[in-house]
Protein backbone atom coordinates (compact mmCIF):
# COMPACT_ATOMS: atom_id res chain seq x y z
CA UNK A 1 0.00 0.00 0.00
CA UNK A 2 0.83 3.15 -0.64
CA UNK A 3 1.68 6.25 1.76
CA UNK A 4 0.15 8.19 -0.15
CA UNK A 5 -3.17 7.33 -1.97
CA UNK A 6 -4.05 9.36 -5.39
CA UNK A 7 -7.28 9.66 -6.83
CA UNK A 8 -8.87 9.38 -9.22
CA UNK A 9 -5.80 7.01 -10.80
CA UNK A 10 -7.47 8.46 -14.31
CA UNK A 11 -9.90 11.14 -15.28
CA UNK A 12 -10.32 12.07 -18.87
CA UNK A 13 -12.50 15.35 -19.03
CA UNK A 14 -13.13 17.71 -22.12
CA UNK A 15 -12.11 21.17 -22.67
CA UNK A 16 -13.55 23.49 -20.56
CA UNK A 17 -14.10 21.18 -17.11
CA UNK A 18 -13.68 21.66 -13.89
CA UNK A 19 -11.90 18.90 -11.59
CA UNK A 20 -10.53 18.28 -8.65
CA UNK A 21 -7.56 15.01 -7.71
CA UNK A 22 -7.01 14.39 -4.08
CA UNK A 23 -3.85 12.96 -2.48
CA UNK A 24 -4.69 11.21 0.83
CA UNK A 25 -2.48 9.91 3.62
CA UNK A 26 -3.00 8.82 7.49
CA UNK A 27 0.72 10.87 7.99
CA UNK A 28 1.41 14.28 9.23
CA UNK A 29 3.99 15.59 6.40
CA UNK A 30 5.97 18.94 7.36
CA UNK A 31 5.34 19.97 3.55
CA UNK A 32 3.49 18.95 0.57
CA UNK A 33 4.14 19.07 -2.90
CA UNK A 34 2.33 18.69 -6.44
CA UNK A 35 4.48 17.60 -9.87
CA UNK A 36 3.47 17.63 -13.09
CA UNK A 37 5.58 14.71 -15.34
CA UNK A 38 4.54 14.31 -19.19
CA UNK A 39 5.52 11.37 -21.13
CA UNK A 40 9.41 10.56 -21.59
CA UNK A 41 10.27 13.46 -19.37
CA UNK A 42 10.90 13.84 -15.51
CA UNK A 43 8.23 15.20 -12.77
CA UNK A 44 8.04 19.52 -12.59
CA UNK A 45 7.24 21.20 -9.79
CA UNK A 46 4.55 23.16 -9.48
CA UNK A 47 3.43 23.83 -5.33
CA UNK A 48 5.07 23.64 -2.28
CA UNK A 49 2.48 23.92 0.78
CA UNK A 50 3.80 23.85 4.55
CA UNK A 51 1.05 25.58 6.54
CA UNK A 52 -2.04 23.25 7.76
CA UNK A 53 -4.60 24.84 5.78
CA UNK A 54 -2.78 26.45 2.97
CA UNK A 55 -4.28 27.38 0.10
CA UNK A 56 -2.17 28.57 -3.23
CA UNK A 57 -2.95 29.07 -6.85
CA UNK A 58 -1.49 28.83 -9.93
CA UNK A 59 -3.53 30.32 -12.52
CA UNK A 60 -6.25 28.06 -13.12
CA UNK A 61 -4.43 25.75 -10.43
CA UNK A 62 -5.51 25.56 -6.58
CA UNK A 63 -3.87 23.84 -4.41
CA UNK A 64 -4.84 23.00 -0.37
CA UNK A 65 -3.17 21.51 2.00
CA UNK A 66 -5.23 20.19 4.85
CA UNK A 67 -6.08 21.45 8.00
CA UNK A 68 -3.80 18.52 9.61
CA UNK A 69 -1.84 18.17 7.29
CA UNK A 70 -2.50 14.62 6.66
CA UNK A 71 -4.16 15.83 2.84
CA UNK A 72 -4.06 17.86 -0.43
CA UNK A 73 -5.92 18.36 -2.81
CA UNK A 74 -5.70 20.27 -6.57
CA UNK A 75 -8.58 21.77 -8.62
CA UNK A 76 -7.87 22.85 -12.00
CA UNK A 77 -10.68 25.46 -13.77
CA UNK A 78 -11.80 25.24 -17.31
CA UNK A 79 -9.08 22.65 -18.03
CA UNK A 80 -7.32 22.70 -21.47
CA UNK A 81 -5.44 20.22 -23.39
CA UNK A 82 -2.16 21.78 -22.27
CA UNK A 83 -3.19 20.60 -18.86
CA UNK A 84 -2.90 16.90 -20.22
CA UNK A 85 -0.78 14.84 -17.83
CA UNK A 86 0.51 13.10 -14.90
CA UNK A 87 0.13 14.53 -11.28
CA UNK A 88 1.79 13.32 -8.80
CA UNK A 89 1.85 14.56 -5.14
CA UNK A 90 4.58 14.08 -2.81
CA UNK A 91 5.15 14.62 1.22
CA UNK A 92 7.63 15.45 3.30
CA UNK A 93 7.71 13.52 6.56
CA UNK A 94 10.60 15.42 8.23
CA UNK A 95 13.20 14.23 5.02
CA UNK A 96 11.93 11.34 4.11
CA UNK A 97 9.85 12.24 1.17
CA UNK A 98 6.90 10.07 -0.64
CA UNK A 99 5.80 9.91 -3.58
CA UNK A 100 1.49 8.89 -4.74
CA UNK A 101 1.50 6.52 -7.44
CA UNK A 102 -0.55 9.66 -9.64
CA UNK A 103 -3.45 10.83 -11.33
CA UNK A 104 -3.26 10.82 -15.24
CA UNK A 105 -5.56 13.43 -16.45
CA UNK A 106 -6.25 13.52 -20.10
CA UNK A 107 -8.39 16.74 -21.10
CA UNK A 108 -9.99 16.42 -25.07
CA UNK A 109 -10.15 18.97 -27.08
CA UNK B 1 20.84 26.31 -18.45
CA UNK B 2 20.82 22.73 -18.41
CA UNK B 3 19.58 21.70 -15.12
CA UNK B 4 19.84 18.43 -14.28
CA UNK B 5 20.95 15.62 -16.81
CA UNK B 6 21.31 12.40 -16.52
CA UNK B 7 23.21 9.95 -18.95
CA UNK B 8 22.52 7.68 -20.98
CA UNK B 9 18.58 7.73 -22.05
CA UNK B 10 18.34 4.29 -22.80
CA UNK B 11 20.05 1.03 -22.07
CA UNK B 12 19.24 -2.67 -22.43
CA UNK B 13 21.43 -4.72 -19.91
CA UNK B 14 21.66 -8.76 -19.95
CA UNK B 15 21.30 -10.18 -16.56
CA UNK B 16 24.01 -10.22 -14.07
CA UNK B 17 25.59 -6.83 -16.25
CA UNK B 18 26.68 -4.13 -14.42
CA UNK B 19 26.39 -0.33 -15.42
CA UNK B 20 26.31 3.08 -13.74
CA UNK B 21 24.05 6.15 -14.34
CA UNK B 22 25.42 9.55 -14.47
CA UNK B 23 24.12 12.81 -13.00
CA UNK B 24 25.03 16.29 -13.04
CA UNK B 25 22.96 19.46 -11.97
CA UNK B 26 24.56 23.00 -12.43
CA UNK B 27 22.48 24.18 -9.96
CA UNK B 28 24.71 24.40 -6.65
CA UNK B 29 22.56 22.35 -4.88
CA UNK B 30 23.79 20.66 -1.68
CA UNK B 31 21.21 17.58 -2.31
CA UNK B 32 20.88 14.64 -4.53
CA UNK B 33 18.76 11.79 -5.11
CA UNK B 34 18.02 8.81 -7.24
CA UNK B 35 14.57 7.28 -7.88
CA UNK B 36 12.62 4.32 -9.66
CA UNK B 37 9.96 5.14 -11.36
CA UNK B 38 7.40 1.84 -11.80
CA UNK B 39 3.76 1.23 -13.06
CA UNK B 40 0.95 1.89 -10.20
CA UNK B 41 4.25 2.61 -7.93
CA UNK B 42 4.71 5.60 -7.92
CA UNK B 43 8.76 7.59 -7.54
CA UNK B 44 10.52 5.09 -4.82
CA UNK B 45 13.96 6.72 -3.24
CA UNK B 46 16.75 4.41 -3.96
CA UNK B 47 19.50 6.68 -1.84
CA UNK B 48 20.22 10.11 -1.46
CA UNK B 49 22.88 12.46 -1.17
CA UNK B 50 22.14 14.75 1.82
CA UNK B 51 25.15 16.71 1.30
CA UNK B 52 28.89 16.44 -0.67
CA UNK B 53 30.38 13.34 1.31
CA UNK B 54 26.97 12.31 2.79
CA UNK B 55 24.72 9.14 1.26
CA UNK B 56 22.41 7.50 2.82
CA UNK B 57 19.41 4.38 1.80
CA UNK B 58 16.32 5.60 0.64
CA UNK B 59 13.20 2.97 0.44
CA UNK B 60 14.48 0.72 -2.22
CA UNK B 61 18.40 0.21 -2.03
CA UNK B 62 18.72 -3.49 -2.99
CA UNK B 63 20.90 -4.03 -5.44
CA UNK B 64 22.54 -0.77 -5.72
CA UNK B 65 25.66 1.66 -4.82
CA UNK B 66 25.68 5.22 -5.33
CA UNK B 67 28.83 7.54 -5.15
CA UNK B 68 28.47 11.49 -4.65
CA UNK B 69 31.66 12.26 -6.55
CA UNK B 70 31.25 15.97 -5.59
CA UNK B 71 28.64 18.87 -5.31
CA UNK B 72 27.48 18.31 -8.98
CA UNK B 73 28.09 14.29 -9.53
CA UNK B 74 25.84 11.58 -8.29
CA UNK B 75 26.03 8.42 -9.85
CA UNK B 76 24.23 5.32 -8.80
CA UNK B 77 24.89 2.08 -10.27
CA UNK B 78 24.05 -1.53 -10.20
CA UNK B 79 26.53 -4.30 -9.93
CA UNK B 80 25.13 -7.41 -11.09
CA UNK B 81 21.54 -6.59 -12.76
CA UNK B 82 18.25 -8.18 -12.55
CA UNK B 83 15.09 -7.80 -14.55
CA UNK B 84 12.98 -6.33 -11.48
CA UNK B 85 15.65 -4.09 -11.82
CA UNK B 86 14.01 -2.71 -15.51
CA UNK B 87 12.51 0.69 -14.54
CA UNK B 88 12.61 4.62 -15.01
CA UNK B 89 15.43 5.97 -13.04
CA UNK B 90 15.15 9.43 -12.23
CA UNK B 91 18.13 11.59 -10.61
CA UNK B 92 16.91 14.93 -8.83
CA UNK B 93 18.23 17.63 -6.68
CA UNK B 94 17.07 20.46 -4.67
CA UNK B 95 18.85 23.15 -2.33
CA UNK B 96 16.93 21.39 0.72
CA UNK B 97 16.85 18.16 1.86
CA UNK B 98 13.48 17.10 0.86
CA UNK B 99 11.85 19.83 -0.99
CA UNK B 100 11.72 21.39 -3.88
CA UNK B 101 12.65 18.69 -6.05
CA UNK B 102 14.55 19.45 -9.83
CA UNK B 103 14.18 15.77 -11.83
CA UNK B 104 16.74 14.88 -14.95
CA UNK B 105 14.40 13.78 -17.72
CA UNK B 106 15.08 9.71 -16.76
CA UNK B 107 17.05 7.05 -17.71
CA UNK B 108 14.93 3.86 -19.62
CA UNK B 109 16.47 0.47 -18.36
CA UNK B 110 15.64 -2.72 -19.05
CA UNK B 111 17.10 -5.81 -18.17
CA UNK B 112 16.79 -9.00 -20.51
Known amino acids: TQLLEQSPQFLSIQEGENLTVYCNSS?????LQWYRQEPGEGPVLLVT?????EVKKLKRLTFQFGDARKDSSLHITAAQPGDTGLYLC?????????FGAGTRLTVKP | NAGVTQTPKFQVLKTGQSMTLQCAQD?????MYWYRQDPGMGLRLIYY???????DKGEVPNGYNVSRLNKREFSLRLESAAPSQTSVYFC???????????FGSGTRLTVV
Open chain 1, 49 to 53: VVTGG
Open chain 2, 49 to 55: SASEGTT
Open chain 1, 90 to 98: AGDRYNDMR
Open chain 2, 92 to 102: ASSEILGRGYT
Open chain 1, 27 to 31: SVFSS
Open chain 2, 27 to 31: MNHNS
